[in-house]
RNA sequence: GGUGCGGUGGCCGAGCGGCUGAAGGCGCUCGACUUGAAAUCGAGUAAACCCGAAAGGGUUUCGUGGGUUCGAAUCCCACCCGCACCGCCA
């Protein structure tokens, strides 16, 4: 949720914001209602004012007349209940006058909340211009010594690469067929070490992020109601990637939805909540299954692991104080958490800079992080895959967006020394998703043999096992 | 699924038609005492929105929505959520 009070100050801003994320709204309507509603509100409240104090002032006396009625007789008692019934109109006129206004709000304030839920938080105006994942620019690049991203794998390494695809089927790590006999298309069965390796990056990711880094972990539900949705900023946008339980068809008072990140889980934790300033930064880690219905990507990535209605995930989430600076500095140390994982696994990696049309509503800015993958890419003369950048993170900044959404605050003193309220930042971050990362882990490990070394640090977590395929 | 109970401020908890934006406690802030701290004592301390340069004023809010009433945290109706016990069960 943006700030109202924001937009109605410059309005052009937030009509900036949207043109550059390529967010369509009528920014211009909610001015209009905007300021109707204000005025209908100031209206209605001078006269729910006077009703207030006339109730005040002839309440007494109603009693004081009602108690002298009952000794009273003949003409005393009828002026008495004529006064009576003078003193109970007045406010009761006022009612009424009151109720038109507040069926003209009723009608008009639902229009300016829908329409509020999807004004996108305006780009910063660092985040490059462009309008489709094209125009993301790439900031850096890593890589292991003794591998050169500027050559082909087979150059680096003197044998040419196998997708993962072809590794997971010699090596059984996976089985698609069975997975689409039980749960359809994009579905998919880790198998034996393949199920192993899965839990392997899994387990080590998040005891790194509890271990080194000192994030709390956590475990959040993953069938949420609407409003975590909502409130995290996935929906209305995001309703169509998401299942959707429908169990107020069956009685139920309300429907449930599958997260497609742990963020969500996370940032409703203290939804509605007035944290306390010391309690600040919270530092979250959890792992959870993640749900997406890719609609939309029907005949992208199709096959292999890349991209699935079920995953899992080890997401970071940081809610700070509402300070530009501090924002910008999780930001930088979440995405350096996972460089430093990376790296700790060997993976060739870069960062890339998402520009405004790849950003989404709710983030001011996003830095996408993609693994090397020797498998992807453009087929060359052979009908073989080049190599490419996969996305396997995704840092969002997001300032006080879905901390205003979920009504999450901590108290602060402003600069004169008042006592205020304020909404919080948020930040998240993943730090591994698989099976996906297993794509980069098994491509970059494999050996001419076919072969797939495992990774040093993977190592503990998988009983020792050293390689798979071995004879 | 059955039965019973309940949802009040940052937290706990009282109130059960007007004097209640709400007792009391905890927490927090300031002050006194103290070499300092603890303890103790005193004062203060809800949120959102609107008007206002400010001082200040107004409206709303006791789960949500509707109703009764001159007036509702308090009475009525519907809904949502939670807890306890029983049944079933990973």
Known sequence: MIDLKALRENPDRFKLGAQRKGVSVDIDRVIELDSHIRSLTTERETLKAEQNRLAKESGPKIGQLMGKLKAASGDERAAIEAEVNELRSKPAKLKTQVSVFEEQL???EPELRDLLLLIPLPPDDDVPVGTSADDNVELSTWAPEGYDLSKSFEANRGFAPKTHIELIESLGLVDFERGVKVAGTRSYVLTGDGMRLHQAILRYAFDRMVDQHGFTPMSVPVLVRGEAMEGTGFFPAGRDQTYHIEESKRGAGHDMYLTGTGEVGLMGLHADEILDKADLPLK??????????????????????????????????????????????????MIA?????????????RLLQCCTGDLGVKNADMIDIECFMPGRGDLDDNERPTGAFGETHSASRLYDFQ???LNMRYRDESEDGKKQTVFCHSLNNTVAASPRILIPILEMYQNEDGSVTIPEALRTYMGGVERLGED
Request: with cysteine; hydrophobic share 40%; proline share 1%.
């Open 337 to 349: 958490i996972v460089e430093d994982l990376l790296q700790s696994l060997g993976l060739p990696y």
């Open 284 to 333: 979250y880690v959890t792992v959870s299954t993640c749900f997406r219905r890719e609609a939309g990507a029907a005949g992208r990535d199709t096959a292999g692991l890349y991209r699935i209605h079920q995953f899992d995930k080890v997401e970071q989430v940081v809610i700070c104080e509402a300070d530009e600076k501090a924002s910008r500095d999780w930001h930088k140390q």
């Open 403 to 405: 901390c205003r959404r």
């Open 106 to 108: 009723a009608l008009l």
